[in-house]
Every structure is written in structure tokens, then in C-alpha cells.
């Protein structure tokens, strides 16, 4: 299965775009997506405990399950005032 990827911030500015296309086998998990994703890129391990995750703009946990043509956000931390 396929799913766009969009990042934000730092992560964006890191790996040169602000979105990624994942092949993943069925019955992959957010948890899998980020294995993968980590193994690709080292911004994303770096901060992969201090994401946050959505897909198809709804927050979700880590166990979720992926479907064909999801959109995955990757959401950093926001700071400032």
C-alpha cells in the first residue's frame, strides 16, 4: 500500500520537502510507518518521540492501522509565544 507522508517545520526544512511517499504491506501500522521513515531519515529518528501523529487530519495512537492512500502527518513540537 501507498501513503503521502506530510511534514512540518524542522522536518520539512531537514529532509528538503514537506512530504514523502511510504510503501508499507497491508496491515501496516503508524508504529511500522515510523520504523520505516527512521530508518531513512535521521531527523526523524532524532525526534520520533516527540511527534505527533494524524492521519487524514485526525490525531491517533501509534498502534492505529494504516489503509491504502492514508495521509500521514508528522507533527514536531511547537514552541514560542
Do not use: K, W
Request: proline share 4%; charged share 20%.
Amino acid at each position: 500500500m501507498h501513503c503521502t507522508v506530510l511534514l512540518f517545520a524542522q522536518l520539512a526544512e531537514s529532509i528538503g520537502s514537506d512530504r514523502l511517499t511510504l510503501e508499507l504491506p497491508d496491515g501496516a501500522t503508524i508504529e511500522s510507518a515510523l520504523n520505516t521513515l527512521t530508518a531513512q531519515h535521521e531527523i526523524i529518528a532524532a525526534m520520533r518521540d516527540s511527534l505527533a501523529v494524524a492521519i487524514d487530519d485526525r490525531y491517533c495512537a501509534r498502534n492505529t492501522t494504516l489503509n491504502d492512500g492514508d495521509t500521514i502527518a508528522l507533527i514536531p513540537p511547537v514552541s514560542g509565544g
